[in-house]
């Protein structure tokens, strides 16, 4: 069974910065995608980012310049590095690592998220 797990979140100023770190954790031989995503209250969840193998990373056009997503494969761990924070920003983000185990059982497993905050 694989788990992922968030930290990183918190209360900050607009303006502010935070670095969300997500790891994996479990019966994993691989990690390809791993990907940011925030829900704010009464909205839908949406993509924040995205990093797999290739190269370039995927970013909403709203976060692109400010937020930088990044992986160190060895840690099975994605981060998420927020700059100049809004206060429309404020959500709960979460983690979602997709891979595969032993006898290349896949998985897709979410993380139960961590909350941003940022104040005006």
């Known amino acids: 069974q694989v788990q992922v797990v968030e930290s990183g979140g918190g209360l900050v100023q607009a303006g502010g910065s935070l670095r969300l770190s997500c790891t994996a954790s479990?019966?994993?031989?691989?990690?390809?995608?791993m990907g940011w995503y925030r829900q704010a209250a009464g909205k839908e969840r949406e993509l924040v980012a995205v990093?797999?193998?290739?190269?370039?990373?995927t970013y909403a056009a709203s976060v692109k310049d400010r937020f930088t997503i990044s992986r160190d494969i060895a840690k099975n761990t994605a981060y998420l590095q927020m700059n100049n924070l809004k206060p429309e920003e404020t959500a709960v983000y979460s983690c979602?690592?997709?891979?595969?185990?032993?006898?290349?059982?896949?998985?897709?497993?979410w993380g139960p998220g961590t909350p941003v905050t940022v104040s005006s």
């Open positions: 979602n690592e997709d891979g595969f185990g032993p006898a290349y059982c896949t998985f897709d497993v």
């Open positions: 479990g019966n994993i031989v691989q990690v390809n995608a």
């Open positions: 990093i797999t193998g290739s190269p370039t990373p």
